[in-house]
């Protein structure tokens, strides 16, 4: 088993930054493919950035290319997502989820760990 805890969230001003952390325990923390998603109120969760740790290969949905970046530190067994340039339209709960499979998913129904979730709020 896996836990995950998110940290990082808040309020913030349009154009501003944040870092979220999702620091990893338990058994086979060693899981090479991490993801964050995010998911509005009254929409899906959706797949933002994707990373497979072992290769060191990232992936990101178009409307967050170029402004975030997911990234991890081996030693703290936590994965990061840097947020630069918010927008009102980022404002959402981030998760950060784990999968067992190596390949690349981005469907919420395709990671077996989560998170509980951390709220990101950007005013304009």
């Known amino acids: 088993q896996v836990q995950l805890v998110e940290s990082g969230g808040g309020l913030v001003q349009d154009g501003d930054s944040l870092r979220l952390s999702c620091a990893a325990s338990g058994r086979s923390v060693s899981s090479p493919v991490m993801g964050w998603f995010r998911q509005a109120p009254g929409k899906e969760r959706d797949l933002v950035a994707f990373?497979?740790?072992?290769?060191?290969?990232?992936s990101y949905a178009d409307s967050v290319k170029g402004r975030f970046t997911i990234s991890r530190d081996d030693a703290k067994n936590t994965v990061y997502l840097q947020m630069n340039s918010l927008k009102p339209e980022d404002t959402a709960v981030y998760y950060c989820a784990a999968r067992k499979s190596p390949t690349y998913a981005m469907r919420w129904d395709e990671y077996d760990y989560w998170g509980q979730g951390t709220q990101v709020t950007v005013s304009s």
């Open positions: 990373a497979n740790l072992r290769f060191g290969t990232t």
